[in-house]
């Protein structure tokens, strides 16, 4: 059987890989949050850019 010392030291391994996992997730729910967040500001630049172009010309 495991000794104290052994079981401690899986818990605590386990408990660092359990929380890396869920900061691992959390990042790349937050990293394509921000790129989708940036590309559709950056759209609406252009096409606001776009359109008042647009209006001096007419």
């Known amino acids: 059987m495991f ?3 052994q079981y401690l030291g899986f818990i605590v391994a386990m408990t660092v890989i359990t929380m890396a996992f869920w900061l691992l997730i959390f990042l790349v729910g937050f990293a394509s949050y921000w790129a989708v967040g940036g590309a559709r500001e950056l759209l609406k630049e252009k096409k606001a850019n776009r359109q008042q172009l647009e209006d001096n010309q007419i």
């Open 3 to 5: 000794e104290f010392q």
